[in-house]
């Protein structure tokens, strides 16, 4: 693609140098130019061959020490690596329809599972200094959330929601080869759904650079959360999938505030942003909706497919039904769960609804 963006880093960049730091960078897909603009060491210009995206630091890392992740493959002859998964597509409307919802705890699982997602919840606030206003509230300055503030947070969330569908899957995976008996079709959705979070991790990987301290909260968060989450979905897979639809409401209602601050013009760093190309290609995007406000959208309604998902999957008889979104129905006409979003259900399918 030969289209050029100029986007100006420099906001995210007094957060963590020194105040006379002005970084500029003039991106094309084909190659890149990045200039450093120090006012104190005069200009300089590397070139690199690599396909670049801009990235914004949440680190201290100095911005020419920012190495590119995952650079296309340097096998001879290969082009690119197709992925099994293609994501559905959206559109605007269905997008815009996602909303916030939250589905009543019914009994003493559906309690522990809520319970729990609300101890997280508080953990990850309290720890990131996160707080949401109350209707009319004014809170104080140190709780203005910035783009490297929400980054942060997008970050760490992703690498944690990449594990449950891994760990389902997998555990179902061995129960079917330890039994000898057929999965019916969750352990795709399940994968699927940790891929998902996944490339939501590597297209915010394009647009940040993480820094030490938040790689050693991921280690030690995966050691603890893998883990735990394995132990709990070996005694109650069916609370665990309930707890991950809590989780997801969470996520929902952070990409939905994110979105309205954006709107209100709060994070004029990401005004002009675009979603990178890793994005464009995952969710298909259109010309024209390519925006860091699109990307956020798409990825909203991402996280609402996976609380509409795991609330459904623990409505059901976890050992026997089967996967309602990997099954052709014999009634067409009666409205059965889709993998895509044109008919979401916030709280999720009840069992009666489906079979
Ligand atoms: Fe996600
Ligand atoms: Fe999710």
């Known amino acids: 693609m030969s289209s050029v963006s100029v986007l100006s880093t420099t906001s995210f960049r007094t957060a963590t140098r020194p105040q006379n730091y002005i970084h500029l960078i003039a991106r094309s897909y084909s190659g890149v130019t990045i200039a450093n603009l120090r006012s104190s060491r005069g200009l300089n210009t590397n070139t690199s061959q690599w396909n670049y995206t801009s990235k914004r630091p949440i680190t201290s890392t100095p911005q020419n020490q920012i190495k590119e992740y995952f650079p296309p493959p340097q096998t001879p002859g290969v082009k690119e690596v197709k992925s099994a998964w293609v994501h559905p597509v959206y559109n605007e409307d269905q997008m815009k329809n996602v909303a916030i919802a939250h589905r009543e705890a019914n009994n003493w699982s559906d309690w522990v599972a809520l319970g729990m997602v609300r101890v997280f919840r508080w953990g990850m606030d309290f720890t990131t200094g996160y707080k949401h206003p109350e209707p009319g509230e004014n809170l104080p300055e140190r709780f203005r959330m910035t783009e490297k503030k929400w980054m942060n947070r997008f970050v760490f969330l992703e690498t944690v929601a990449g594990v449950p569908g891994m760990v389902g899957g997998m555990l179902r995976h061995l129960r079917s080869l330890r039994r000898m008996k057929r999965d019916n079709g969750w352990i795709e959705t399940l994968l699927e759904e940790a891929f998902n979070e996944r490339m939501h991790l590597l297209t915010f990987l394009k647009l940040a650079e993480p820094g030490w301290f938040m790689r050693l909260m991921v280690l030690g968060a995966q050691g603890v959360f893998f883990n735990g989450f ?60 390519r925006t860091m406000k699109d990307l956020l959208m798409y990825i909203r309604a991402d996280e609402a497919k996976h609380r509409e998902v795991n609330h459904t999957l623990g409505n059901l008889v976890q050992a026997s039904d089967p996967n309602p979104y990997q099954t052709a129905y014999q009634n067409p006409v009666r409205e059965h769960p889709s993998k895509g979003i044109e008919n979401l259900k916030g709280t999720g399918w009840e069992r009666k609804e489906i079979f």
């Open 230 to 289: 394995f132990v709990s979905y070996l005694i109650s897979p069916r609370i665990c999938h309930r707890f991950v639809g809590y989780l997801e409401e969470e996520a929902v209602i952070t990409y939905t505030r994110a979105i309205e601050e954006l709107e209100a013009g709060k994070l004029p760093e990401w005004e002009s942003l675009e979603a990178p190309q890793i994005a464009v290609q995952y969710w298909q995007m259109p010309e024209g909706q």
